[in-house]
């Protein structure tokens, strides 16, 4: 089934520790990116790729870095986990650009303790 | 600065009409979005306006006005299953999405 994949579902993590959310789509979009959703806000974007080899900050992209090595995975690190890490985490793609629809994973709820 | 703004909550009844606005205010504006986001699930796409005027698409129809910086999302014939959270996203002129923090529909029957 054509979509968009994250891993894991959800974590919860010791203050500190390294960790990658994983994501991979398979509907050749060349467009990737990630959100974190927090109650009582609207999504932010961290980070995005515009197409494989390149990558972007968005609004909040302290704590965190991307890569985009091919077209089908873009995974988000936190080198050094906080508690105001703490969230839900969105990979969307989207086939150019911003102008085209963005296909959602289905979200990693992250607890850092 | 930039700014989506949504009602945080509204109720409605099975059967019926409702219609949720977003006002905006963007560098630039590129067009807006309307999702759909039921509890615990990914957002999914409803519709995108770059122009003024209303776009249907079966029982939800989307209006843009540019001049005003508005819209809503026109939700008829309202089903249990239409219970989620809407949000509103505009587009700048750098084509970032500047996202609202939705509006959580509650449906009654």
């Known amino acids: 089934i054509a979509g968009i994949t994250q891993a894991p579902t959800s974590q919860i993590l010791a203050a500190g520790r390294r960790m990658t959310l994983r994501c991979t789509q398979d509907?050749?979009?060349?467009?990737m990116y990630w959100y974190r959703q927090d109650l009582g806000l609207g999504l932010r974007l961290i980070h995005y790729?515009?197409?494989?080899?390149?990558?972007g900050k968005g609004e909040v992209p302290d704590g965190y870095s991307v890569s985009r090595a091919n077209t089908d995975d873009f995974p988000l690190t936190l080198a050094s986990a906080v508690p105001s890490q703490t969230s839900v985490y969105f990979c969307?793609?989207?086939?150019?650009?911003?102008?085209?629809?963005?296909?959602f994973g289905q979200g990693t709820r992250l607890t850092v303790v | 600065g930039q700014n989506i703004d949504q009602p945080t909550e509204m109720t409605a009844t099975e059967g019926a009409i409702v219609q949720i606005n977003c006002t905006y205010q963007?560098?630039?504006?590129?067009?807006l979005f309307w999702y759909q986001q039921h509890a615990g699930e990914a957002p999914t796409f409803l519709s995108y306006?770059?122009l003024d005027g209303l776009e249907e698409k079966g029982r939800f129809s989307s209006f843009l006005s540019r001049s005003k910086g508005y819209s809503y999302l026109l939700l008829k014939e309202l089903q249990m299953k239409d219970s989620a959270s809407y949000l509103c996203a505009g587009l700048d002129s750098n084509y970032q999405l500047i996202w609202g923090a939705g509006t959580k529909l509650i449906i009654k029957p």
């Open positions: 509907m050749r979009h060349n467009a």
């Open positions: 306006n770059v």
């Open positions: 963007t560098s630039g504006f590129n067009g």
């Open positions: 790729s515009n197409t494989a080899g390149t990558t």
């Open positions: 969307a793609s989207s086939v150019t650009g911003e102008t085209t629809e963005a296909f």
